[in-house]
């Protein structure tokens, strides 16, 4: 078969999905668990589910097909039907490593890329998911071994949660794939909460549950007779500036854009970008459009007569490039509490990150013309995209300001009258003093979370066992270096996959759409890792090489804009149309879990917030996203005996 024949049976058979299993060493589940467990993903793959039951070893599988398939469905065997596979992604150089694989004598029963992986992990063992590139959970069971094999992309854009009890190892693609077993205990982590309500998202490898944890991306867990282990075979690449003329990095970084895009493009089915008027989606937009000889068909979110709309630049890219177009604005007529509603379902874990929101409604929108969606996540994270690093910057200059000084400047401040803006000035100044008289690892996640140290002890009637402060000792240990690399390389360790990731995976797959980031390929993260600080952030000018490398050919405004959030004005509308919603959850919480939170200070600060003294849109929205998804899920707030033995411990 020719190298052009195989590429067009690639794209016949590609797939996404959800993928669910357990090893069984010491215990004996009833001949249905694997079934329910894999039900929970359906949403995930609505179009085919398959199951594998062993004495030691089951697995299940869902698949969302982008065209009606011929073959590959999963579980996947080899030819001796010894090893057997689960899959959730997509491996973008398929092509590259089959023809590697059939050089060696490996043959291939289907033209899918799930058997590829399967081959090349029988042909390589685990040194062959260095080869991969692409986004990817995945489970490998050999009978004769009694191994069984996890992996996660590099970036974790694909999830992969793990839970051990005595012996024996529980996975899935969502948490409600081993919520579904009642040996589970729904024990709210501590750890977990402790780092939600500063981070706004739970850093890998803490979940909201206790006891069960996130495999770290670019890892790999071997179980094997009860023993597991884990092992990274790529990590975060360290940022070490190499030199470098600023127009090879210009070339570079051409040249990698138009090469992920094009490989990130292979589908034979409609295929959208989200767009938001801003460089990022509008970069991708730029090298879809150059590669694909079809109209693309683009996806927006506006919110008009909002200061925030993009509204002026998602119409100038439109034009520009002449995409089959569709928006919606997202207002308050809208089903908001029915979307919030659902977003605690499958979110998994509760979205502190407000701009679940409008990607719900991206999402939906979306689904009508496509199954496969491009985003521009990850410039931010690998360019220097966001204000927070502005800030780190501004920080360290106000460390030469007495703290007296500024702490007079906030109790003057507080007469400065809540704004109705999104993200006013007044928030951001507010904020910004406020992170400057912490230490500058605490500052930078304030600046992107909610509550400060004092504000979290307030909530609570116990103590936390330190999960933060363990997290950002790796990054006060890396500090202060240029200012700059060591935020930025904690944000792609944990912002990026806990917060971003998470909430593009969830939302989107609620509605069976796949979104594809081609700035994570890794080969641009790693050369990212090599530019000098002032080719990512000049002065005021961030993301500088990435728009300087499209000058000529975005339309000037969109290189010139300011940067906005893509998030919902959450202080206004949780004075207006998500009003009663907050003050029902809150009131509902308070009965249940009265033991661990303090609900006379949660009270104290919504008044607040209410009657504008305080703009606390954001936190209050963590909040009920929290007690939403406790209630939904059942998770126990009481700690338990051993919960209570570890905060001591961690007291001690």
Sequence with gaps: MSGLQHQRAWKRHRHLCGIVGFTTKDWRPDQERIQSATSTLFHRGP?????????????????????????????????????????????????????????????FQTHCDTETVLQAFLEWDTNCFERLRGMFAV????????????????????????????????????????????????????????????????????????????LPPGHWLEWRDGRTNKHAYWRIPEIIPKPISFEDAKTELDFLLNQSVREHLMSDVPLGVWLSGGVDSSTVLHYAAQASSSQLRTFSITFNGQSFDESQYIRQVVEHYGTDHQQLDLCPEEDLEGAIEDITYYSDEPSADSGALPVWFLSKLCKTQ?????????????????????????????????????????RALRFWPASKEKISIEYKLKRLLQGSLMPPERAHVYWNGTFSDAEKATLLRVPLPGALRDVLARLGASLPGDGISPFLEFDQQYYLPDDILVKSDRVSMAHSVEVRPPFLDHRIVEFAATLPVDLKIRGTNQKYLLKEVMRSKLPTPILQRPKIGFDIPAHEWFRGPLRAMLMETLASAESEHSELFNFEAIRNYTEQHLNRRINIGYHLWGLIMLFMWMKRWKIQSKPSLASKRQVIAAGL
């Design 47 to 107: 179009d085919q589910q398959g199951v594998f039951r062993s004495r030691a070893c089951s697995l299940g599988a869902t698949r969302l097909k982008i065209v009606d398939l011929a073959s590959g469905d999963q579980p996947i065997f080899s030819e001796d039907r010894d090893s057997v596979i689960v899959f959730n992604g997509e491996i973008y150089n398929h092509l590259e490593v089959r023809r590697e694989l059939e050089s060696l004598g490996r043959r």
């Design 370 to 410: 496509c199954t496969v969606a491009f985003s521009g996540e990850g410039a931010d994270e690998i360019f220097s995209g966001y204000l927070t690093y502005r800030a780190n910057r501004i920080a360290r200059q106000l460390k030469n300001i007495p703290p007296s000084a500024i702490d007079l400047a906030l």
């Design 139 to 214: 489970a490998i069971w050999s009978n004769s071994e009694q191994r069984l094999v996890l992996a996660r992309d590099r970036l974790g854009i694909k999830p992969l949660y793990i839970a051990e009890r005595g012996e024996d190892i529980f996975f899935a693609s969502e948490l409600k794939g081993i919520l579904v077993h009642p040996e589970i205990e729904r024990q709210l982590s501590l750890e977990g909460l402790d780092c939600y309500l500063s981070m706004n998202y739970v850093p890998c490898p803490w979940t909201l549950v206790d006891g069960i944890e996130k």
